[in-house]
Every structure is written in structure tokens, then in C-alpha cells.
């Protein structure tokens, strides 16, 4: 992989605008330092003593993850410890220099782990076709070796607020299940505790956070190129949705918090066949011949259609 930087001369920026931008950032970075804490203590995800192994890809949310919880671990009223790690997967050019400088110019604790799993993925899938599935897989084996080595008790991935509507509705359209992503559950193996501290964050929010910070984003070339990926689609439905109808991404995101099994049709949930009768009124009954009513949210260029 190479690059050419061609030294451009920086615009012009008036003294009003340059205090705007600044209020802006600072804003974004108390909301962010805002929704993760926020986050952190709804879910308890981070606890005294806890030895916590940041996963790195090189990506926007990984960076935006670290670079977050660093500060928050400046102000938590608990000690806990973090260790950013790297699985360099022996991607083709892959810029094996670029993690190890920016973590070390960071001082914080980190490990770069070097398996061949790309010659294991480009052997296994045909061309064309997911690799996701199996380097997810292998990615998964391996850094759960690494945090039994480094004594890490908790692995933070990076997914984010719209990663988490995107599963969702991922295993709705093509799963056939009501699951999401959660923020906090335990590995498959049972041996550690994965948590998601960006759980309340807008992907946006984290876009911007990296173009202020500037971090040296590493694009994967594996799969990268893969466009038409089931994810990349409802991401893409997802986006026209909030683009249309602004603020529906986090209505339904709040939604994934208000789950009501007694209105759902999972008997494992709810016990439907030994519903009695008590004579007694329960708003969260059946209004079995009430239309169901929604607010109209006044957005442009909605229309309210008739029945």
C-alpha cells in the first residue's frame, strides 16, 4: 500500500468561524464523553480493578473507542487498567508501522499480535463471496488467546449506536429473529466479558471525532471491496430512513430498550398460554379494538397517508 501527500496550502479560516468550529468540538467531545460514560454505568461494564483489552482494527471507532475511554479513564472515581491490542493479519501492504507509532506516542500499554489469517480466509472462500464470517471467526479464537495472556478481563469492542440498529434489523430481515447486539454479554467461550462502550454513539459523532483528532486510519483490503454486503445494504436503508425522517434512527435505537414481550408472539418470553382473566384494568393490556395510535412527528416532507 503507498501513498503520495501532495502539501497543500491550509484556507483561509475568519477568527468567528475558527471559535465556532471550537465550540462545536468541544460540544461533540462532551457528548461523547457524555453518552460513554453514560453507557459505562447503565450497563456496568467497567468495574475496580478490571484489566480492560481495547481491540484496535485501525478504524474510525476503534481510534474514537481508545481515544474516549482514555479520558474517561482520567476521571472515573475507579481504577482500571487498558491495553490496546492489534490483530496484524498479514493483509497485503498492510502498514504494520502505523498502530505501533500512534499507540506508543499515546503511552499506553499495548501488544501487537501477528497471525497469517488472510492466506487462511483467501484460501478458504471462494472469490466473490463473505469473508466476514470466517475472519470473524479466527480474529475471535485469537484474541481471546491473547487477553488470557495479557490477564485481561474485559474486551471493548467498538461497535456504535448504528452497528447495533444494523444487527437488528440484519437478523429481523434475514435471520428471522428479534436479536440485536447487545452492549455487554459474556463471551461465547465463557471465559471474559465483551462490552461495547460506544453503545450510545451516533456513527456520525464518530466520523467527526476522527477527522478532528486526525487519526491515521487503516482501511481493511480484505473485505473492503466487498459492496454488497448484507450489512452495507441495511446501512445504507438505515441512512436514507434518518435522511428522509431525521431522528428515526434514534427513536428506533430507544426501541431496542423498551422491549414488551407480552405484545411480541415468543411463548419462551411470555407465558400466553396461561393468560387469565383478572378483572382488574392493565394499561399494558390488549386495547383489542383500539386503533394503535403514534405520534405524528413534524418533519418535512413527511406525509400522512389515509386509511
Not at 481508545?66 to 502498514?95: C, H, S, T, W, Y
Not at 481471546?144 to 437478523?171: E, I, P, W
Amino acid at each position: 500500500m503507498s501513498a503520495v501527500w501532495v502539501e497543500e496550502e491550509a484556507p483561509v479560516v475568519s477568527a468567528d468561524k475558527q471559535a465556532k468550529i471550537e465550540r462545536e468540538t468541544h460540544k461533540l467531545e462532551k457528548r461523547l464523553c457524555r453518552q460513554m460514560g453514560q453507557a459505562i454505568v447503565d450497563y456496568n461494564m467497567i468495574e475496580e480493578g478490571d484489566r480492560v483489552m481495547v481491540c484496535m482494527s485501525g478504524g474510525k471507532d476503534s481510534y474514537g473507542m481508545l481515544d474516549i475511554l482514555l479520558k474517561m479513564q482520567q476521571r472515573a472515581p475507579i481504577n482500571f487498567e487498558i491495553v490496546a491490542v492489534n490483530l496484524d493479519q498479514k493483509q497485503p501492504g498492510f502498514p504494520d508501522h502505523i498502530l505501533p507509532e500512534y499507540l506508543k506516542s499515546l503511552g499506553v500499554e499495548f501488544h501487537i499480535e501477528t497471525q497469517d489469517t488472510y492466506s487462511i480466509v483467501k484460501r478458504n472462500i471462494p472469490e466473490g463471496k463473505t469473508m466476514c464470517s470466517l475472519c470473524s471467526r479466527l480474529r475471535r479464537g485469537i484474541l481471546y488467546s491473547v487477553a488470557r495472556r495479557l490477564k485481561c478481563n474485559k474486551l471493548a469492542l467498538g461497535h456504535h449506536r448504528d452497528d447495533m440498529l444494523q444487527t437488528f434489523f440484519l437478523n429481523m430481515f434475514f435471520g428471522g429473529k428479534v436479536k440485536g447486539m447487545p452492549p455487554k454479554l459474556t463471551s461465547d467461550n465463557g471465559e471474559f466479558i465483551v462490552i461495547r462502550p460506544l453503545a450510545y454513539v451516533a456513527e456520525k459523532d464518530l466520523i467527526r471525532w476522527a477527522a478532528h483528532r486526525a487519526f491515521p486510519i487503516i482501511p481493511c483490503s480484505l473485505c473492503g471491496s466487498q459492496t454488497n454486503l448484507q450489512r452495507v445494504q441495511i446501512g445504507n436503508m438505515l441512512r436514507d430512513w434518518e435522511k428522509q425522517y431525521p431522528g428515526r434512527a434514534e427513536t428506533m435505537f430507544t426501541a431496542l430498550q423498551n422491549v414488551v414481550p407480552s405484545h411480541l408472539m415468543d411463548a419462551k418470553l411470555f407465558d400466553f398460554k396461561g393468560i387469565q382473566a383478572t378483572g382488574i384494568e392493565d394499561d399494558e393490556g390488549d386495547k383489542a379494538f383500539d386503533a394503535e395510535e403514534f405520534p405524528v412527528p413534524s418533519l418535512p416532507g413527511m406525509q400522512v397517508l389515509q386509511a
